[in-house]
C-alpha cells in the first residue's frame, strides 16, 4: 500500500497542465483588468480633451460675457451651441451622430465667473477683469466588458476646464 502512495507522490505527468489551470485565472484577471483599466483612461482623456475644447469655443462666443458682469458673481450660462461641441465634437448635429463618448446623455455645466479687479496676474494687468468661462461635465463610464457582466457600476469620469473670455 506504501508503494502506491509513493509512486503516486513521484508521478510528474500532468504537472504543467495543472500549473495551468491554477494560473490561468489569474493571468485572464490581469489581462482584462489592464484593458478596462486602459480604457477607463482613454475614456478620461476624450472627456478631458472635449470639455477643454468646449472651454476654448465658449471663450470665444461674442455676446457671453455682459458688461454688468459682477465682480465675485458666479453665472450659469444656458449654452446649447458650447454643449453641442463638448458631447459631439461639432457645432452641427444631424440624427444618428454618436457622441465623442458612448451613453454621454448629460448636457454640460456652463458658468462664467467675474472675478475682482487684479486678482490674476502674468498676463493680464491688474486694471481689467478677466471673465473666465468654466465648462464641466461627468459622464457614466461606459464599462468595456459591461456585456459580459463584468460592468463597472457607478463609475463616472468627470473634468472640467476654464478659458478667459476673448470674445467681448
Not at 99 to 119: F, H, K, R, Y
Not at 133 to 148: G, H, I, K, N
Not at 153 to 163: G, L, P
Request: glycine share 8%; net charge negative.
Amino acid at each position: 500500500m506504501m508503494g502506491f502512495f509513493r509512486t503516486f507522490l513521484k508521478n510528474e505527468t500532468g504537472v504543467a497542465g495543472a500549473e495551468m489551470a491554477l494560473m490561468v485565472p489569474l493571468l485572464m484577471t490581469i489581462m482584462f483588468g489592464s484593458f478596462e483599466l486602459g480604457h477607463y483612461f482613454w475614456t478620461e482623456h476624450k472627456l478631458i480633451k472635449s470639455v477643454r475644447d468646449a472651454a476654448r469655443f465658449a471663450a470665444r462666443q461674442p455676446g457671453l460675457y455682459s458688461p454688468d458682469c459682477v465682480a465675485g458673481v458666479v453665472t450659469a450660462v444656458p449654452a446649447p451651441d458650447i454643449d453641442k461641441v463638448a458631447r459631439y465634437g461639432k457645432l452641427i448635429v444631424v440624427t444618428g451622430d454618436k457622441t465623442i463618448i458612448p451613453g454621454w446623455t448629460d448636457a454640460v455645466e456652463v458658468q462664467l465667473d467675474c472675478p475682482a479687479i487684479g486678482s490674476y496676474a502674468g498676463i493680464y494687468t491688474s486694471k481689467t477683469s478677466v471673465p473666465i468661462v468654466s465648462v464641466s461635465a461627468t459622464v457614466d463610464y461606459p464599462s468595456l466588458f459591461e456585456d459580459l457582466g463584468f460592468g463597472a457600476a457607478n463609475i463616472e469620469v468627470s473634468a472640467s476646464s476654464q478659458a478667459a473670455v476673448m470674445g467681448l
